[in-house]
Each structure stands twice: as structure tokens, then as C-alpha cells.
T-cell receptor, first 116, second 106 residues
Framework: DAGITQSPRHKVTETGTPVTLRCHQT?????MYWYRQDPGHGLRLIHY???????DKGEVSDGYSVSRSKTEDFLLTLESATSSQTSVYFC???????????????FGAGSRLTVL | RKEVEQDPGPFNVPEGATVAFNCTYS??????FFWYRQDCRKEPKLLMS???SGNEDGRFTAQLNRASQYISLLIRDSKLSDSATYLC???????FGKGTMLLVSP
């Protein structure tokens, strides 16, 4: 399996606190993605990165920011967590761009976030 | 019409049955399509890409119908281990459907 790890795997926090989720890959893939998955909504793209310091917004980016200072790390930050951000967050990596026909994603194991 | 739509199921089938799922997409410019499998409380994993000419991988067959804008996944000789949620994904922007749940019973 591809080397992609997420941390923390589980987190419970309170409304208004900042939260950072980390995605780390050892595959040297250029493209990294953050999705959230919720019942009734499926997987939705939050932000993605197409290189170090190069990021772009996805479908549900409000309330989230990202940073990528190294190829291997992609951080997702909730500046002030809200209950609506309770979700399972998946990081994914890919060797091709998001619109590429060869864009096969490998997902991390997920981070389960609960905001009280 | 939503970008990518799937019947959520569940599809309940006995072992050995053949089952098929469809996934419709709204963007006629979409060029690439994928099926992912997701086990309960696990991450999605690529099952297969969908090629224009259709493709087969063992018991699994994926087809694309551009005219009607849908892709399909056919599973033959269902196994208990096939029980999972099957997600379709469509480019551009790799939009995922909400998934179809399959339950295979003894």
C-alpha cells in the first residue's frame, strides 16, 4: 500500500478551538487532497494541492485552510471549529492532476473529528 | 441534476448472485471515470478505472455509456467479502457519488 498516514486518527474538540489535521506521504506524489465524508453527502473535496505552496479550493472550502510547505506534508486547519465540521476527514494522494484521466487516488485511513 | 448520482441501496443479494449498479453524471465533458470500494469505517480504495470500451477484472465489469451519461459496475458470482459501499468518481474535479451499499448474504 502507498505510504500515507493521517494524524490524529480521532479527535474531540470544542466549538471555537483551532484544529489541525496532518497528512503525511512517503510516495513523493505531487498532488494531495483533503476530503470530508458525511452521511447523505458522500465525499466532498475541501482543498487540494498541486505542489509545494500551491493549493486551491474545492467544493466545501469555507472554514478551512491548508498549507503545504513540504512535498510530503499537507495540513488542514480549522481556524475555529464548529459543530457542522464534525466529520470524517480523508487525505488522498495522486500522481496526476485532478482533471487527469489517470488521476487515481490513494486515501489515508481517515481522521474522525467531533466538535462539541 | 446533481453532478454524480448513485442509488444508495442497500442492494441485498445472496452469494453467487449477479448484481449491477449504475452511476449517472451530469457533465457531458467528463472524460474519466472510476469505481472505488469502501468498507465500513475504512477509506475508499480504487476498484477499477472505467474505460470507453469497457473493462473487466475477474468478476467485475465496468462499462461506460456516454450517450446516456452513466457508468455501470457488474459483479458476478457475488461473495460475502463483496459487501461494501461502491463509490463512483468522475472527472473533472474527481467528484464522487454518495455510494451504493451492497450486502451479500449466505
Amino acid at each position: 500500500d502507498a505510504g500515507i498516514t493521517q494524524s490524529p486518527r480521532h479527535k474531540v474538540t470544542e466549538t471555537g478551538t483551532p484544529v489541525t489535521l496532518r497528512c503525511h506521504q512517503t510516495e513523493n506524489h505531487r498532488y494531495m487532497y483533503w476530503y470530508r465524508q458525511d452521511p447523505g453527502h458522500g465525499l466532498r473535496l475541501i482543498h487540494y494541492s498541486y505542489g509545494v505552496k500551491d493549493t486551491d479550493k474545492g467544493e466545501v472550502s469555507d472554514g478551512y485552510s491548508v498549507s503545504r510547505s513540504k512535498t510530503e506534508d499537507f495540513l488542514l486547519t480549522l481556524e475555529s471549529a464548529t459543530s457542522s465540521q464534525t466529520s470524517v476527514y480523508f487525505c488522498a494522494i495522486g500522481s496526476q492532476g485532478i482533471a487527469s484521466g489517470a488521476n487515481v487516488l490513494t486515501f489515508g485511513a481517515g481522521s474522525r473529528l467531533t466538535v462539541l | 441534476r446533481k453532478e454524480v448520482e448513485q442509488d444508495p441501496g442497500p442492494f441485498n443479494v445472496p452469494e453467487g448472485a449477479t448484481v449491477a449498479f449504475n452511476c449517472t453524471y451530469s457533465n457531458s465533458a467528463s472524460q474519466s471515470f472510476f469505481w472505488y470500494r469502501q468498507d465500513c469505517r475504512k477509506e475508499p480504495k480504487l476498484l477499477m478505472s472505467v474505460y470507453s470500451s469497457g473493462n473487466e477484472d475477474g468478476r467485475f465489469t465496468a462499462q461506460l455509456n456516454r450517450a446516456s451519461q452513466y457508468i455501470s459496475l457488474l459483479i458476478r458470482d457475488s461473495k460475502l467479502s463483496d459487501s461494501a459501499t461502491y463509490l463512483c468518481a468522475v472527472n473533472p474535479h474527481l467528484t464522487f457519488g454518495k455510494g451504493t451499499m451492497l450486502l451479500v448474504s449466505p
